[in-house]
């Protein structure tokens, strides 16, 4: 008998457990890259980017698996031939036996997720979205079943993946009443009889159900329910706006300078060429900080509305930045894109390992090679 181990499939399940892939934004790329789902994982590597200096590291320690956030595929590829940039490093992945997953604008969104990552570095704290998702398409339904078959009928929708809210299983409500029914000819009842009116000892069973499932949800009932015209409704919840999405806000438990928040970027994040740059007055006070890892020069316009005293992100141009200022809007930081994410290793890697660090030979690791592209900042000269 073989050993148990873990797959391929198994860490691919937990990653996508903590970055659904539907967080994910339409164009992007996001998944298993290279690599067999059967393939058993021992070693993991977790980078920013799969650059070739990540690909030596993960190969040269022996990573069954490269995870990163940046898709090295992304859109317009038709080719992966060895001779290409990209493609030579796709070669050397699979002789090598080395995975590659990708979870990108997924874990932007994700709760926790890029930017909580970031938000936990610096120190703030009761964070929520700046761009929040709505929650899933959720189904009520209720279903009306002569009591003696209301088990049946209620173990049946389960089966179908109804009834689960959070972390709970087969979760559903029942209450009994009277139905009422009078078949008509042409009718074959399984109780009562054509032309006459019956009533019925029934349970109303009550359950939620992704809305994704109520296609197989409606087969099993009409499967499993003793009526020929079972009785039902099926009800779409509203969307809620869920703890899910892009950028973070959230405050600082003491209130600081922005001079010396600065500074606490500066210091907790990794030294980059890009460094730290800080636009607003230096003594301004920061209570509420806004954050985006990553390029986030899209919720300029709306961090002001948050209430945020400044905005931590990256990749910011100078019109955009000099007509915030002027627009009256918060102060703003400006860091590495890379710097900015790279957090999000530490925390991805914690997911993974609180899974699997018990079985015997796992080990991961977050990569040590820096994949900021800039290598030169004046004050290197």
């Not at 316009?301 to 000099?322: E, I, K, M, N, Q």
Request: hydrophobic residues 45%.
């Amino acid at each position: 008998m073989s050993e148990p181990h873990v797959s391929l499939a198994d860490v691919i399940a937990v990653l996508d457990r903590a970055y659904p892939p539907r967080l994910a934004e339409s164009w992007d790329s996001v998944g298993l890259v290279t690599g067999d789902p059967v393939d058993r994982v021992r070693k993991v590597v977790f980078a920013v980017d799969a650059t070739a200096g990540v690909v030596d590291e993960a190969i040269e320690w022996g990573a069954d698996l490269l995870v990163v956030h940046h898709p090295l595929l992304m859109r317009g590829v038709d080719t992966v031939a060895a001779n290409t940039p990209k493609g030579a490093l796709i070669h050397r992945l699979v002789k090598a036996g080395c995975a590659l997953f990708t979870a990108h604008t997924n874990a932007d969104s994700a709760d926790p997720g890029v930017s909580d990552a970031l938000a936990d570095l610096l120190g703030v704290t009761r964070t929520r979205p700046i761009e929040p998702i709505d929650g899933p398409r959720i189904d009520k339904w209720v279903v009306f079943v002569p009591t003696e078959q209301s088990d049946a009928v209620r173990d049946a929708l389960f089966e179908a993946g109804a009834g689960a809210i959070g972390d709970y299983r087969e979760c559903s409500w029942t209450v009994a009443g009277t139905g009422q029914f009078h078949p008509q000819e042409g009718a074959d009842p399984a109780i009562g009889t054509v032309g006459r009116v019956e009533r019925v000892a029934e349970d109303r069973v009550e359950m939620v159900a992704p809305a994704s499932l109520r296609a197989q949800v409606l087969e099993r009932l009409r499967q499993v329910h003793p009526y020929e015209e079972p009785a039902f409704d099926i009800l779409e919840q509203v969307r809620r706006p869920s703890s899910t999405g892009l950028g973070r806000v959230g405050t600082l438990d003491e209130a600081v300078t922005l001079r010396a928040f600065a500074e606490r970027v500066r210091s907790r994040l990794p030294e980059t060429a890009w460094g730290v740059r800080t636009a607003g007055d230096p003594d301004a006070v920061v209570r509420t900080v806004a954050l985006c890892g990553g390029a986030g020069d899209s919720f300029l316009s709306s961090v002001g509305s948050l209430g945020a005293d400044v905005f931590v992100t990256a990749d910011l141009r100078h019109h955009p930045v000099d007509e915030h200022l002027r627009a009256g809007g918060p102060a703003v930081i400006d860091v590495a894109h890379w710097a900015s994410e790279w957090p999000w290793c530490a925390q991805a890697r914690a997911i993974v390992d609180s899974a699997f660090s018990g079985t015997d030979a796992w080990e991961s690791r977050v990569s040590t090679t820096r994949t900021d592209p800039w290598t030169l900042g004046a004050a290197d000269t």
